[in-house]
């Protein structure tokens, strides 16, 4: 049994409460980890500690903290394998897609110790003879709060960037996928990161996420979940005027017209349906595609996805792992049959899978889904798991009033060789990502984030390192 404790202060501390939570892997449906299960005492050492940290820290040169930050990237690229490990034990994603994120993981703090030397400010000359330039100071302790579809790279989005920009860090991962931020502190430790500037803390989101919100020393919060969790989160945050950048969930659509390549098209939608069961954010569980080509396009999907391994996620032949948890399990599947009583026409999957060896685990087939409004309840909720829904259209403005007919809006994928049409659509989508004629094409430097409930805010390059900073303009007359 591995146990998950708390990193405080350069130490893994046992939790204040004395409780712990049961940590499952989800191929087994088995518990394997118990996880320290965090409270409000933890919280405020947690911020005690980040308090002593923050003026060391803040003053370091930022050659140093670039240091630093990139020996945590060395460090996980030299345990890779023992990463990617515990995250599919932890996750039940294949270990073959552990693998990459675990080296996105790596990037991530690359690409933020950069930042952190090339971060530079504006200054302004006015016209009545002064100067004006803008003190970028980090804003102090910081809260990061992650999902558990892709752990440890989205703990990293957060935490690299708030770390570079000179904050100390309160952090918790999510408590169904903490093994990996746990092992990150060793890492950190061993990259000489000081005592106190990460502080990592486990435990359920309505207790111990609640207490990092709520805590009036913690300045800014950087959330990454569902969009309830995130509606509620800004009511807490909002009143105490804490910075507030909210990643939340989305329903996205994946739009092929009659002139896409269409080869390329089905190749990256099963991806871009599937990957990681489904269990991304940018995942486009609505697929639009033209009439012209919609037997076609649904033949050769079908035929595709029929040769997609659930299963082991060990297996280096499996395509689809295990559903994360049990609840989510129950969710996905809850939602099929809402399609069928919607009225649609389940072309594939539909059901749990029992792999051989694997049957206490939680596993779903690929399913795909035909028939349906889109205004109805499937085709407007998120159900985050490998279920996507075809559906037809003839005209631009038909497939756009679908498209942005829910209340999400965080990417948008659209397959065309038609230059203006593709123009023309990225400016209608209501979407924070547009991606043509590809889809996960991710360049750091990008602003990442959503529209409508998928979001507030911007993550990514400068615009993270502003999020964890506070400008100040100071004026000189000269
Ligand atoms: P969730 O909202 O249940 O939990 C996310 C995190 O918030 C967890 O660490 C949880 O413990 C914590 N939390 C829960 N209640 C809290 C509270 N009251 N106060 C503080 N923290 C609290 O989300 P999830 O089920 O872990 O993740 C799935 C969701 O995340 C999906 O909706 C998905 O679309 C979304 N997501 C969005 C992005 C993005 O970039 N927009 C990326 C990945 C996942």
């Known amino acids: ?30 518990v394997y980890s118990k996880i320290a299960k965090g409270n409000a005492a933890d919280v405020q050492k947690a911020v005690d500690a980040a308090k002593t940290a923050f003026p060391a820290w803040k003053a370091m040169p930022a050659e140093d903290r670039f240091c630093i930050l990139n020996a945590i990237a060395e460090g996980i690229e030299a345990n890779l394998d023992e990463l990617a490990a515990a995250e599919s034990r932890d996750q039940g994603k294949p270990f073959w897609l552990s693998k990459t994120e675990m080296q996105r993981a790596s990037q991530n703090f690359r690409f933020f110790a950069t930042a952190a030397v090339h971060f530079a400010s504006e200054s302004h000359q006015t016209d009545t003879r002064a100067i004006n330039y803008t003190l970028r100071q980090p804003v102090g302790i910081v809260g990061c709060i992650s999902p558990w579809n892709l752990p440890l790279y989205l703990f990293t989005w957060k935490i690299a960037p708030a770390l570079a920009a000179g904050n100390c860090v309160v952090a918790k991962p999510s408590e169904f996928t903490p093994h990996t931020a746990h092992m990150l502190c060793e890492i950190a430790n061993k990259a000489s990161l ?141 939602y099929i049959e809402l399609a069928k009583q919607e009225g649609g026409t389940v072309l594939c999957g539909g059901h749990a899978v029992k792999p051989n060896g694997f049957e206490n685990g939680w596993y779903i087939a690929p399913t795909i889904i035909e028939g349906l409004d889109a205004n109805c309840r499937t085709n407007t909720e998120e159900i985050f798991g490998p279920v996507i829904t075809l559906l ?34 990225a400016e209608a989508l209501q979407s924070g990502i547009v991606w043509v004629n590809c889809w996960l094409l991710r360049d750091l430097r990008t602003p990442f984030g959503g529209v409508k409930q998928s979001g507030v805010g911007r993550e990514g390059g400068w615009e993270a390192m502003r999020f964890f900073t506070e400008p100040k303009n100071v004026c000189i007359a000269y």
């Open 1 to 30: 049994m591995i146990t998950i404790n708390h990193f405080i202060n350069g130490t893994y501390t046992e939790p204040a409460g004395g409780e712990y939570l049961d940590g499952f892997n989800p191929a087994i449906g088995a």
């Open 392 to 425: 037809s259209f003839e005209t631009e403005e038909e497939v756009l009033n679908m498209a942005n007919g829910t209340a999400y809006g965080l990417a948008a994928t659209l397959w065309t060789r038609d230059l203006k049409r593709a123009h023309r659509m």
């Open 194 to 334: 000081p005592p106190g500037v990460l502080n990592v803390v486990h435990g359920l989101g309505s207790a111990c996420g609640q207490a990092i919100v709520e805590h009036p020393e913690i300045k800014a919060i950087s959330f990454t979940g569902g969009t309830a969790t995130g509606k509620h989160i800004a009511s807490v945050a909002a009143p105490m005027f804490k910075k507030l950048s909210l990643e939340l969930g989305g329903k996205n659509p994946n739009i092929i017209f009659d002139d896409a390549d269409l080869n390329e098209a089905v190749k990256t939608s099963v991806r871009s349906s599937f990957l990681n069961q489904g269990e991304i954010c940018l995942c486009g569980s609505r697929v639009f595609v033209h009439t012209r080509v919609y037997d076609a396009f649904k033949t050769a999907l079908l035929q595709e996805v029929a040769k997609m391994q659930v299963g082991d996620p060990f297996d280096e032949k499996t395509h689809v792992g295990a559903i994360v948890s049990k609840p989510q399990f129950e969710k996905v599947l809850s």
